[in-house]
């Protein structure tokens, strides 16, 4: 069950030019992931579709609490993170139909999204993966003295994993300025987290490798983004990782929409979730503390589901990669020569 | 010391100055010339710092380059080779040390599915300069899990380079390509090689990656090796030469990419060939130096090629076991003269 509403201290509230962003990045996570899953279950979209519908205030409180320079690494669920550090809507789609013209030229798909131009390391379809690759980008800056940090995104599943333990571990003795988050959405893929640990809180793992921890209401964007703040904070005058733990929910199944509709979780248990709606709140949050109107809302997704709308006409429109040039490009930088034997 | 032309082409260049240098010393001259040249290039690994590497691989770097270049990590080789594939998708250069090509076993996701596959999935936006040094090979006694040659696990990966330095000479120009490429390279030291010696350049050099070293000409068979069995192999053409049979000798230096030019340009010549490595025999290098020979210079064989591994079971650790694991001069001789015996 979700955790009860908390309500940000208004004194510690971040300015409307910031509760503002934090709102559109919500919305544009929301309408990009529920067309997403329609252009899924209407059969037009190849592969895998992990949808991050549900958790939006996790990505969109901790990167507004980022630089754009600071760097982040993903997870197989990773649209949300992308949008929320900026990409491009037109690229995110062409990589959903495979085309050309996607973020990965359609060698990647939906796992694989990346712009290093927004400090976007990388979806990864390996549970746990980003987690050494985010320590290393956090050592990058350190040795070039940039001032950067990196977050790292992972679940509470990947909590269990080894990367997750040596990559804390590492980035606690080598102090390096990473932010741990975990989105702790109750199910590691269709297993309860009471099944898959003994903890009930991820954030409890910080103590096994000395480092600083906190617990925040993943529905809470607000709440999010503050917590973020300290954290990234924390990071960068050198006090090194944070584990931050965000407790929030998934609305959609493990994969896809509708999922393989194995009943592991209840129908009220869901409803509970989403009577907490993070945009839901956020919005009412943004009327109340005069930061914004409901005309300056609906404004907002209006101008998101124009542009998606657009966005998705693009990627339609683009052209498949081609095999006979794209199909061995970028396998290394340089030399992939006469190494591989094919007898074509 | 010795000083050799620099060649009749380029008479006014500077002669090569060289000097009898172990290859592990070797090693460590390259690592940290071009650690010098490029102050993106930072080591990182369990004991490479303070201790210099298990096998003085690294000794001395600490005290040039300080702590924030030669980095102790804790034994923790996943998020090792993580931190060097985030460090490097930053642009970086990093050399990871993972002691020995064993441990590859716990942290092979980052090396397989984050380095490795990098560029490719996502879209050409990242490269990865990691090198990634490791020691390998069997003949020290230290059993199963300290032993193996473990290059084809590498080989078969799109994206991964695999260099196995034969030579005190390779070691340092193998290191220095390596540390310059834009890709993933791994770097396989050969432990009972670490302390031999020979000639090997002052000066910075490459060894390019993909171009065999055509050790030793001959006309009736052609011996392709890498790693150690390169002197086995020299050893067994120096044996076949005193009863009349010239053996060409090709040390591969890298399995990907693999130069398979020149063992096809030897095969045409000499007809017969052996392939000898230390890994099992069962899905070599052999292997699949055999398939492209019979794919495309197939009407040259007159004899089929002959794979000389190590037989299917894990490295033994008896000294008597291990000795009949590992192929060597004798076996390598042995199987040319079976080839010769065929008409």
């Known amino acids: 069950m979700p955790p009860a509403t908390t309500d940000p201290v208004t004194a510690q509230a971040p300015p409307a030019e910031v509760t503002r962003d934090v709102h559109e990045r919500m919305v544009r996570i929301r309408l990009f992931e529920t067309e997403a899953g329609r252009l899924m279950e209407a059969g037009r979209l190849p592969g895998f579709l992990h949808l991050y519908v549900g958790q939006e205030a996790v990505a969109a409180g901790v990167m507004s609490a980022l630089a754009d320079t600071d760097q982040i690494t993903s997870t197989h669920r990773g649209h949300g993170h992308a949008i929320a550090k900026g990409a491009r809507f037109r690229e995110m789609y062409a990589e959903l139909f495979g085309k050309a013209t996607g973020y990965c030229h359609g060698h990647g798909g939906s796992m694989h999204i990346n712009d290093l131009s927004i400090g976007m390391l990388g979806a990864n379809g390996i549970v746990g993966a980003g987690l050494p690759i985010a320590v290393g980008a956090a050592f990058a800056s350190v040795y070039r003295d940039d001032g950067g940090v990196a977050a790292a995104f992972f679940g509470d599943g990947a909590s269990n994993i080894g990367a997750f333990h040596e990559a804390v571990n590492m980035a606690a003795v080598l102090r390096l300025p990473v932010i741990f988050v975990c989105e702790n959405n109750g199910y590691a893929e269709f297993t309860a987290q009471a099944d898959h640990m003994l903890l009930p809180d991820v954030a409890d793992r910080a103590d096994a490798y000395g480092i600083a921890k906190e617990i925040v209401d993943g529905m809470d964007a607000v709440a999010v983004h503050l917590a973020a703040r300290r954290a990234v904070d924390r990071a960068r005058s050198g006090g090194g990782p944070t584990l931050l733990e965000a407790k929030t929910y998934r609305y959609y199944d493990h994969q896809g929409v509708k999922g393989l509709r194995i009943p592991y979780r209840t129908q009220e248990e869901i409803d509970a979730w989403k009577a907490r709606d993070a945009i839901d709140a956020m919005e009412s949050w943004l009327v109340e503390h005069g930061h914004a109107t409901r005309e300056d809302i609906d404004a907002v997704w209006d101008r998101t589901r124009r542009e998606i709308a657009e966005a998705i006409e693009y990627a339609e429109r683009s052209p498949d990669p081609d095999p006979d040039t794209d199909l061995l490009r970028d396998v290394y930088t340089t030399g992939n020569a006469n190494t591989t034997g094919d007898a074509s | ?343």
């Open chain 2, 1 to 343: 010391m010795t000083t050799l032309s620099a060649g009749s082409a380029a008479p006014a260049a500077a002669p090569v100055v060289t000097r009898r240098l172990t290859y592990v010393k070797a090693f460590n001259e390259g690592l940290a010339q071009v650690m010098r040249e490029d102050a993106d290039v930072f080591v990182a690994g369990e004991d490479v710092a303070g201790y210099g590497g298990v096998f003085h691989m690294f000794d001395g770097l600490l005290g040039e380059f300080g702590p924030r270049r030669v980095v102790d990590t804790p034994i923790a080789e996943m998020a090792l080779v993580g931190l060097g594939v985030g460090a490097a998708a930053r642009g970086l250069r990093p050399v990871v040390d993972l002691m020995f090509m064993d441990f590859l076993g716990v942290c092979l996701d980052q090396v397989v599915n984050q380095a490795a596959k990098m560029k490719y999935m996502y879209g050409g936006a990242v490269s990865v300069p990691l090198t990634i040094t490791t020691a390998s090979g069997a003949g020290l006694g230290a059993a199963a899990q300290h032993s193996q040659s473990l290059e084809m696990w590498l080989a078969h990966i799109p994206g991964l380079k695999v260099c196995m330095p034969a030579t005190p000479h390779d070691a340092k120009g193998l290191i220095v390509a390596a540390v310059r490429d834009g890709d993933p390279v791994v770097v396989m030291l050969n432990k009972v090689l670490l302390g031999a010696k020979g000639e090997v350049p002052e000066e910075i050099y490459e060894v390019p990656l993909g171009k065999a070293d055509v050790v030793r000409g001959g006309d009736d068979v052609t011996i392709v090796t890498v790693g150690r069995m390169r002197d086995e192999a020299v050893r067994a053409a120096e044996e076949l030469a005193r009863t009349g049979v010239q053996a060409e000798v090709i040390d591969l230096r890298t399995v990907q990419p693999l130069d398979i030019g020149t063992v096809l340009e030897s095969v045409r010549r000499t007809n017969r060939v052996l392939v000898a490595h230390e890994a099992v025999t069962f899905g070599g290098i052999g292997a699949e130096i055999a398939a492209q020979i019979q794919d495309q210079v197939f009407d040259h064989l007159d004899a089929p090629v002959l794979r000389l591994g190590a037989p299917f079971a894990p490295v033994p650790f008896a000294p008597v076991l291990e000795k009949a694991y590992v192929p060597d001069a004798e076996r390598i001789a042995a199987g040319c003269r079976r080839l010769l015996e065929r008409k």
